[in-house]
């Protein structure tokens, strides 16, 4: 049981914090002064209300049931949404910093709106197909496994960390092409796993264990 289903909450509370409770379906619309919502593995949640428009940290990882996330979050800063079957990521959180959303695998693009992101990470999110070249002040980007990226737009020059191994069409992670991919993103650091992987996740320790440090440039 989270705080929700105890009751445990009044309209004052900021922050609330729901993790692995699958009795909760929605978060009461009272909560208008929420800043901070996590939901984490709350596998019957289907809604959040609209009502939540101070909300600048919003985390409903695992929430399977969850479909949508209202436009009206305006001030979202930083929203994690790995492991969801959201049917569209809103356009209107224009002032994201950071975005999670490991393997959101029915995700095929990310709004070009998000111009403020400076983390993107993104692991086996295979549907993707392209990163915005609006994301100019992107500096770190996790992308591994994601088998439909074909582009990594030259305009990121703020990249300092890419993570792209297991992307087959990217021409970046070539080995062949390292020079050609280091004057490209010429301060990036450059994470590349010793074996291809392939989308299907195991142990994530196991995953980590498998990178190789090719270089780094600081
Ligand atoms: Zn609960």
């Keep these: 049981m989270c705080k929700i289903c105890k009751g445990d909450y009044d309209k004052d509370t900021t922050e609330l914090y729901c993790m692995e409770c699958t009795a909760l379906t929605t978060i009461p619309d009272t909560l208008v002064n929420l800043t901070t919502l996590h939901c984490h593995n709350c596998t019957n949640l289907t809604s959040i209300p609209d009502t939540f428009v101070h909300l600048t940290i919003l ?16 001030n979202l800063t930083m929203l994690s949404c790995d492991c969801t079957d959201l049917t569209t990521i809103p356009d209107t959180f224009v002032n994201l910093t950071e975005l999670y959303a490991d393997r959101y695998t029915s995700l095929t693009t990310i709004p070009d709106t998000f111009v403020h992101l400076t983390k993107l990470i993104c692991n086996g999110c295979t549907s993707l197909t392209t990163i915005p070249d609006t994301f100019v002040h992107l500096k770190k980007l996790w992308c591994m496994g994601c088998i439909s990226l074909t582009c990594i737009p030259s305009t990121l020059v703020n990249l300092r960390t890419l993570v792209c191994s297991g992307c087959p069409y990217l021409p970046q992670c070539d080995p062949d092409k390292y020079e050609e991919r280091m004057e490209r993103f010429n301060e990036a650091a450059w994470i590349i796993q010793e074996k291809f992987w392939y989308p299907i996740w195991g142990k994530r320790r196991q995953i980590k264990e498998g990178l190789k440090l090719l270089h780094k440039i600081d």
């Excluded at 399977?64 to 209202?70: D, E, M």
């Design 59 to 74: 985390r409903v990882t695992k929430c399977t049931t969850l479909t949508s996330i209202p436009d009206t979050f305006v």
